[in-house]
């Protein structure tokens, strides 16, 4: 994987999911706009949410 977020503590992975999902939200805008450079782009920052999701949901079960 080119983005390693298993290294990362939980708050970094709060901020870091907040960071993608304000640019996922932009990006959704610009493509119903009609000015996306890259249309695959958002399939990439939804996966990355996603993964960002399940690690922070681990380290939530971990914690308990």
Sequence with gaps: MK???KSLS???LKVKKEELS???ME???QRV???V???LESRILR???ARLNT???ANARKAK
Excluded: M, T
Aim: glycine share 4%.
């Design 22 to 24: 304000k640019k996922y």
């Design 33 to 35: 706009i009609g000015h």
């Design 37 to 39: 450079e890259n249309p």
């Design 47 to 49: 996966r990355k949410i």
């Design 3 to 5: 983005d390693s977020f």
């Design 27 to 29: 990006h959704r805008f």
């Design 55 to 57: 690690l922070i949901a």
């Design 10 to 12: 939980a708050v970094e």
